[in-house]
């Protein structure tokens, strides 16, 4: 059974920083292209960003500089450092796992909530 749990959301003010973590099970994680998306209320999921398996990373623009993806095999878990938030960084964050066309999601998500 494949799961995904995403953790380290919260309450911050503009300009603060947070560290998401996403803990995979019960794939060989190593193989998978992790990544993190984010929903704002109303607002339809977007990519954030999403590093291979060979550690290639891709961001989206309205968090390049500021956002950084990591990963650790040995603890089959995926990170995403937070800088300089923003409130337009309010979202429920979600982590994804795939590996030619297999894909998971994580079901629960974290909330970051970006205000003064």
């Known amino acids: 059974q494949v799961q995904l749990v995403e953790s380290g959301g919260g309450l911050v003010q503009p300009g603060g920083s947070l560290r998401l973590s996403c803990a995979a099970s019960?794939?060989?994680?190593?193989?998978?292209?992790m990544g993190w998306y984010r929903q704002a209320p109303g607002k339809q999921r977007e990519l954030v960003a999403t590093?291979?398996?060979?550690?290639?990373?891709n961001y989206a623009d309205s968090v390049k500089g500021r956002f950084t993806i990591s990963r650790d095999n040995a603890k089959n878990t995926v990170y995403l450092q937070m800088n300089s938030l923003k409130p337009e960084d309010t979202a429920v964050y979600y982590c994804?796992?795939?590996?030619?066309?297999?894909?998971?999601?994580g079901s629960q998500g974290t909330q970051v909530t970006v205000s003064s």
């Open positions: 994804n796992a795939e590996l030619r066309g297999e894909y998971y999601s």
């Open positions: 019960g794939i060989i994680f190593r193989l998978y292209t």
């Open positions: 590093i291979t398996s060979g550690r290639n990373t």
